[in-house]
């Protein structure tokens, strides 16, 4: 949502920013230099402590919003967004790239004015949550090349956790194990780890504090004390390997080799991505090798999205006078 923020900005617009505490979330928002209000934490993976989650953080940010005079609210997949803003009155506007996360969008879809996703996942799919055709909006390419659009890797990053550009550097994000639409642990896992470990000099970014633990416990890996400048790592890394869905992608919109780790359903995007030869679905550990590659010739490949369209999508209609 980055550039998202500035383009309003840009058009006067202020921009109040919520964040969960999860993960790095708050590091990142910092980072970033997001100004923002730390609003509720993850209640856990099961269904019922996710219930809990939506309700209390739904209510919190009600509460803080009560009050103030707001035009619109925008979330990535945030449930806690859109359910606040209809309590409220506030017309939101919701946008996802992965459309199996059932629970969610019954919620996001059905609550929210605006749905923008992108244009490789086929309506029919967002229909049963309620994403028809007056609310969806669709864009071409992935979301990771609007929000990289301005992006240049820093050359520090690497340095600062001690890696060596000229030696391979391999990326690795663990499995979302919290997440309900991630139910299988992939047991090429560890595998893959220590293969990795013998190739190349192997920065892991784990998801909670047991996996950051079990990490240093096996010792021979790298691993972020804090949220680090990962879109950086990513470009000058030689491979990535990753779980989830928006590391991957964005190495696919920084031009990294990457493979994916997912074991649930497959989305849209990810089908594509699979289909043009630019996101591999890992299948043996013993497949998978770092080589040094040529970051330049990726780095001038790159599409670049402009964010001011993924802005319009999300804001326009909901914001009279605004374009979209």
């Given at each position: 949502?980055?550039?998202?923020?500035?383009?309003?900005?840009?058009?006067?617009?202020?921009v109040l920013v919520t964040a969960r505490?999860?993960?790095?979330?708050?590091?990142?928002?910092?980072?970033?230099?997001?100004?923002?209000?730390?609003?509720?934490?993850?209640?856990?993976?099961?269904?019922?402590?996710?219930?809990?989650?939506?309700?209390?953080?739904?209510?919190?940010?009600?509460?803080?919003?009560?009050?103030?005079?707001?035009?619109?609210?925008?979330?990535?997949?945030s449930n806690d967004v859109t359910v606040?803003?209809?309590?409220?009155?506030?017309?939101?506007?919701?946008?996802?790239?992965?459309?199996?996360?059932?629970?969610?969008?019954?919620?996001?879809?059905?609550?929210?004015?605006?749905?923008?996703?992108?244009?490789?996942?086929?309506?029919?799919?967002?229909?049963?949550?309620?994403?028809?055709?007056?609310?969806?909006?669709?864009?071409?390419?992935?979301?990771?090349?609007?929000?990289?659009?301005?992006?240049?890797?820093?050359?520090?990053?690497?340095?600062?956790?001690?890696?060596?550009?000229?030696?391979?550097?391999?990326?690795?994000?663990?499995?979302?194990?919290?997440?309900?639409?991630?139910?299988?642990?992939?047991?090429?896992?560890?595998?893959?780890?220590?293969?990795?470990?013998?190739?190349?000099?192997?920065?892991?970014?784990?998801?909670?504090?047991?996996?950051?633990?079990?990490?240093?416990?096996?010792?021979?890996?790298?691993?972020?004390?804090?949220?680090?400048?990962?879109?950086?790592?990513?470009?000058?890394?030689?491979?990535?390997?990753?779980?989830?869905?928006?590391?991957?992608?964005?190495?696919?919109?920084?031009?990294?080799?990457?493979?994916?780790?997912?074991?649930?359903?497959?989305?849209?995007?990810?089908?594509?991505?699979?289909?043009?030869?630019?996101?591999?679905?890992?299948?043996?550990?013993?497949?998978?090798?770092?080589?040094?590659?040529?970051?330049?010739?990726?780095?001038?490949?790159?599409?670049?999205?402009?964010?001011?369209?993924?802005?319009?999508?999300?804001?326009?209609?909901?914001?009279?006078?605004?374009?979209?």
């Amino acid at each position: 949502m980055r550039p998202v923020i500035r383009a309003l900005e840009g058009r006067g617009a202020q921009v109040l920013v919520t964040a969960r505490d999860f993960a790095q979330t708050l590091g990142l928002c910092e980072r970033l230099g997001i100004e923002h209000e730390a609003i509720g934490r993850h209640r856990g993976g099961r269904l019922a402590a996710k219930g809990v989650g939506l309700a209390s953080r739904s209510l919190a940010l009600a509460r803080w919003a009560r009050g103030r005079r707001f035009d619109a609210a925008l979330g990535h997949g945030s449930n806690d967004v859109t359910v606040a803003a209809k309590l409220l009155g506030i017309p939101s506007a919701t946008t996802f790239d992965y459309e199996w996360a059932k629970v969610q969008h019954n919620v996001n879809c059905r609550l929210a004015r605006r749905v923008v996703v992108p244009d490789a996942i086929p309506p029919e799919r967002l229909a049963p949550y309620g994403a028809d055709a007056r609310k969806l909006r669709r864009y071409p390419g992935l979301k990771e090349e609007y929000y990289l659009a301005d992006f240049e890797p820093d050359a520090a990053a690497p340095a600062e956790l001690g890696l060596d550009t000229a030696a391979p550097i391999a990326v690795v994000r663990t499995p979302p194990a919290v997440s309900l639409y991630h139910r299988f642990e992939h047991p090429l896992f560890a595998r893959l780890l220590e293969r990795l470990r013998e190739q190349a000099q192997v920065v892991v970014l784990p998801r909670t504090p047991e996996q950051r633990a079990e990490l240093a416990a096996a010792g021979g890996f790298v691993v972020p004390e804090r949220a680090v400048d990962a879109q950086s790592l990513i470009a000058f890394a030689d491979l990535v390997v990753s779980a989830g869905g928006t590391m991957n992608r964005e190495a696919v919109a920084l031009g990294t080799p990457v493979w994916t780790t997912f074991e649930g359903r497959l989305g849209a995007v990810d089908e594509r991505l699979i289909a043009e030869g630019r996101l591999r679905r890992l299948a043996s550990a013993d497949g998978v090798t770092v080589a040094k590659r040529d970051g330049a010739a990726a780095s001038r490949a790159r599409v670049r999205r402009d964010p001011e369209l993924f802005c319009d999508l999300l804001i326009g209609g909901l914001i009279r006078g605004v374009r979209g």
